[in-house]
């Protein structure tokens, strides 16, 4: 396998991440953006967002277990929406065959997103061999 993921000693823990992957393929996927439309809320929008993300790794060959890192932007983010956010993730995880704890990820609060009421949009990065 291309991707170790881990969370040294000293890194916050518990946290739903490892803090670092490395990646020793030589191919890197790089898949943009991904919503899960306007519909739902957050949870719902989260799952269809990965979704969508294993989508397209999986046009390129890749699955969840190959990402090294997402970002996940999230409008008017305030920390009360972790639990649905939370929801969201494991709603697709097992079916996507994500890894748990997640691979290194960044949650970012924005203003707004392409359209009106998509509340998410997830980015990846992947290495295959």
Not at 25 to 43: E, F, N, P
Not at 70 to 90: I, K, S
Not at 95 to 100: H, I, S, T, Y
Request: aromatic share 4%; glycine share 14%; charged share 15%.
């Amino acid at each position: 396998m291309a991707v170790r993921l881990l969370s040294p000693e000293g890194m916050a823990h518990p946290v739903p991440y490892h803090h670092v992957a490395v990646g020793t393929g030589t191919r890197q996927v790089h898949v943009s953006g991904q919503v899960g439309g306007a519909d739902g809320g957050l949870a719902a929008q989260t799952a269809q967002a990965l979704r969508n993300t294993a989508r397209g790794l999986a046009g390129a060959g890749a699955g969840m277990a190959d990402v090294v890192r997402l970002t996940f932007y999230v409008v008017g983010w305030r920390p009360e929406q972790m639990a649905a956010f939370m929801d969201g993730v494991e709603r697709a995880a097992g079916e996507l065959g994500m890894p748990r704890p997640m691979p290194p990820a960044s949650l970012i609060g924005v203003e707004s997103l392409f359209e009106p009421g998509v509340l998410v949009e997830v980015e990846a990065t992947a290495v295959l061999d």
